[in-house]
């Protein structure tokens, strides 16, 4: 799973070296692959085929061929292309005369409400004095959802009920931000089908009310095939003017976000990380470019681990690891942190290259609760010496430690061995055989 | 609790039989009709297959079981000696019938008395709809429910389904918003057992797979839940919004691991996304489809039909 495109095509080309000059047919074997992993990525498959092709144009006419580690070009040639149909980071379209109205759109539970919430948080931070507005008259208790996150925030939110006619309650909205020297107002819709008729010409309706400067199309990363034609649907039936791509703190690939700028043109302009008020982001092309070709995994970790351990920490620890003066107080510091952030084998999967490392050394140990318990046991009674210098730890030293943690030698030698294990997977990572971003270090 | 809730796997009875072939029947009628071209074609050509395949992506089952199911389908054309891509796709119908309809299982509405329903799942998939849904079902079936406002977290979550309980008729236990969840399910509990009510169905907030405490905090709800009700079974439903994509097999190993997810509701199967993925998921992990949700009406709800499903992917 978390085999990254950049390993296959490289083991793909590696085992095309001997072979002398490369043919078109060896280049449609790597193509396969890109294939493969924009599908699973769920980018939609029309999209796959027309980039496919342009990446296959570019590699064939290029210095590809030739090259010492055509792998490596050819997820350059990719990350490239899907840099140009991501597009650059694009800001949110300000009207010179306040307010600036802002509608949201988007399918059930796309996440519209909460990015509501977070856009009028984001903006006020920025001096602006925004208005909510709640549309979504349908969906039980929505209005109250509203209502509750401008009170969290301090956030006014406009309501006419649940009776109310959606356009004309936009229209209200509008009137009152004017008469509040509110400099924008959100409009928060309910969530619709795109088949829906009756409720995509409501959309129209409101649009016509209130005349939008943006249109934001709030779609789910994890959305899979169907999002070219929700989003064809919506942007034949409004001017959306951008995309805000939600629920990315996950592991979604976000390919859906690929097709839809694809097939629309629109502008991919923040993407939602959290349930929280806080957790909006502008778009990062780049990272969602490596994310969808299964490399993002990286940032999420490095994510993780910042929310666990401060820089400073993860600095200290790096400079250990590359003395090589680790010792067990630090194994223990680490385990405890890295126990929060969720099981260790999954974590250390995450990284690009490990998983072979891993399955190497015979999988990797995953911990629980009660593991991590009995670890801490152990290595808090050994001497402060025992713990800076392992290698010094014998028989009856064992026994002793045994004795006093409360466990068998049994369990004290495998952590031994387990911190002998971390030590050499550490070995491993400074000196350069794996490649692993900086911030990581700290793990 | 997973297996008291399913019976083993067995051979197709003379009437599922009947069933796959009344669905060979439908592929055959519906083909003709299709505007696709690949039933112009009176013979299988390597395209015929390209276009199989894309049709089973195009509906989120994933390129790698797609691919899979159309290889294995050429390798029976080959045995079998069919010939037109009617009968090919025919094909891929029936491996994809009988897969899922390999395993059987008890549906809500048949388990005992005292049975606890938590229903979990990613944010915004349509818990808290799909709940309402159930209750309503299940009141048809003449079962009395108690919902349990487990989701104490999202904004306005409790009122949401307090809305539905007044609608549907069924009493609901909820606590302030923030509250511990743990104590609304152990509280919902036991007021169902000294009312009566049959079945508990406890909503919890949305949730990403990918958040340790979150999941966490899942096997807690569920350890309280087996409790409070020590001599009842407490399944756990995965509610999965039919326009996701790959990551839902993701979310299903998640949540299977967590707190053992004994089948899935498949929501807004009345758009246009097909809901492929969850044969993925189903091919991969065994976790039964039990309902589908067709709308945001509390009617709007029914038990799964493998045959209807396989069908529509198709469509
Ligand atoms: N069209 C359609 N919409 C649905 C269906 N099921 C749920 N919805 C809608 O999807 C949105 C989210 O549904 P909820 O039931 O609030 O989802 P949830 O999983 O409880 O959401 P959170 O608790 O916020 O994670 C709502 O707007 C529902 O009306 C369905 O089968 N079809
Ligand atoms: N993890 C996560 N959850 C989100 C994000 N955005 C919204 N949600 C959650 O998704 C669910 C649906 O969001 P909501 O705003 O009600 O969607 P709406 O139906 O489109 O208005 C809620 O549970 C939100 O808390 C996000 O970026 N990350
Ligand atoms: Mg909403
Ligand atoms: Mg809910």
């Known amino acids: ?50 980039f496919v092709k342009r990446v296959k144009e570019r590699c064939i006419g290029s210095e590809v061929m030739k090259s010492l580690t055509p792998g490596q070009q050819v997820v350059k040639i990719v990350h490239e292309e899907l840099l140009a149909v991501l597009g650059e980071p694009t800001r949110l379209e300000m009207s010179q005369t306040p307010p600036s109205i802002i509608l949201l759109a988007g399918l059930q539970g796309a996440g519209k409400t909460t990015t509501a919430a977070k856009l009028a948080n984001t903006l006020r931070k920025g001096g602006h004095h925004p208005l909510l507005a709640a549309l979504d008259v349908y969906r039980p208790a929505a209005i109250d959802q509203l209502i509750a996150l401008g009170k969290q925030l301090n956030i006014p939110v406009y309501s006419e009920g649940i009776k109310a006619s959606p356009p004309k309650a936009a229209a209200n909205a509008v009137q009152y931000a004017r008469r509040n020297a509110n400099t924008v107002v959100i409009l928060d819709t309910a969530g619709r089908l795109h088949i829906d008729e009756q409720m995509m010409s409501e959309l129209q309706e409101i649009e016509r009310a209130v005349s ?38 996950g592991d979604a690939r976000g390919g859906a976000a690929l097709s839809i700028r694809e097939v629309t043109g629109v ?39 910042q929310e666990q351990i401060t ?66 046991a152990i290595i808090t009674s050994m001497t402060r010496q025992e713990r800076r210098n392992p290698g010094i730890i014998d028989g009856s030293r064992r026994k002793r430690i045994a004795r006093g943690s409360g466990t068998s030698v049994q369990e004290v030698n495998q952590l031994l061995n387990q911190f002998k294990d971390v030590q050499k997977m550490m070995k491993q990572l400074t000196s350069g055989k794996m490649r692993i971003p900086k911030g990581l270090m700290g793990l | 609790m997973r297996d008291l809730f399913r019976r083993a796997p067995k051979t197709p009875t003379p009437e599922q039989k009947e069933h796959i072939e009344e669905a060979v029947q439908k592929t055959r009628e519906g083909a003709l009709g299709r505007i696709s071209s690949l039933f112009r074609e009176q013979v299988i ?50 491996q994809m019938v009988h897969i899922l309809g390999e395993v059987d299982f008890v549906p809500v509405e ?129 509610v999965v919004d039919a326009t996701t994509g790959q990551n839902a097999i993701l979310q299903a190993k998640s949540f299977l691991q967590s707190v053992n ?7 807004k ?29 509390p009617d709007a709800f029914a038990p799964f039909d493998h045959l209807q499903f396989v069908n529509a992917l198709f469509e």
């Open chain 1, 311 to 376: 820089e400073e920490e993860a600095r200290s620890i790096e400079k250990k690891m590359r003395t090589a003066t680790f010792d067990l107080d630090d194994f223990l510091k680490q385990m405890q942190q890295v126990r929060k952030m969720g099981p260790m084998a999954q974590l250390v999967e995450m990284i690009p290259g490990m998983r072979g490392a891993v399955k190497q050394m015979g999988g990797m140990p995953d911990m629980n609760d009660k593991q991590v318990k009995h670890i801490e």
């Open chain 2, 45 to 94: 050509t390597g395209e015929t297959w390209d276009q199989l395949e894309e049709l089973l992506i195009q509906a989120d089952v994933g390129p790698v079981t797609a691919m899979t199911l159309v290889e294995r389908a050429r390798e029976e054309v080959e045995r079998e000696e069919i010939r037109t891509p009617v009968e090919a796709e025919t094909a891929i119908r029936r």
């Open chain 1, 212 to 249: 939008p400067h943006e249109v934001l199309l709030v779609a789910d990363a994890m959305t899979g095939q169907d999002a070219v034609h929700a989003a064809e649907a919506f942007h034949a039936a409004v001017n959306v003017t951008g995309l805000v791509l939600t629920k990315m703190d």
């Open chain 2, 269 to 297: 199967l009345d758009g246009t996304a097909k809901g492929g993925v969850v044969f993925s998921v189903f091919n991969e992990l065994k976790v039964p489809i039990w309902y589908i949700g067709t709308g945001e009406k």
């Open chain 1, 267 to 305: 502008p991919i302009k923040y993407m939602g990380t959290g349930e929280k008020t806080d957790a909006l982001e502008v778009f990062h092309p780049d990272r969602l470019a490596q994310r969808i070709l299964g490399m993002g995994d990286v940032l999420s970790l490095i994510e993780k681990a």
């Open chain 2, 261 to 267: 997810v004994d089948g899935i509701v498949l929501t």
């Open chain 2, 110 to 238: 048949d388990m005992p008395d005292g049975t606890v329903v938590l229903v979990v799942g990613v944010n915004g998939s349509g818990k808290t709809t799909s709940i309402a849904k159930l209750a309503t079902y299940l009141h048809h079936q003449g079962r009395s429910v108690l919902l349990a406002a487990g989701d104490t977290f999202r904004a306005a979550a409790i009122d949401q389904l307090r809305v539905w309980a007044e609608r549907v008729g069924v009493p609901i236990v909820a606590h302030q918003p923030e509250a511990d969840p743990g104590a609304v399910v152990f509280d919902a509990i036991k007021a169902a057992q000294s009312r009566g009510a049959q079945i508990v169905l406890v909503d919890t907030a949305g949730r990403l797979h990918t958040k340790f405490n979150l999941m966490e905090e899942l096997q807690k709800l569920k350890r309280v839940a087996n409790k409070a009700a020590p001599d009842a079974p407490v399944v756990s439903l995965l």
């Open chain 1, 1 to 50: 799973m978390f085999e990254t495109l950049s390993d296959r095509l490289t083991d793909i080309f590696t085992g095309l070296r001997g072979k002398g000059v490369l043919t078109e047919r060896d280049v449609d074997v790597a193509m396969r692959e890109i294939r493969m992993a924009l599908l699973e990525a769920d980018v939609n498959f029309k999209v796959v085929k027309q």
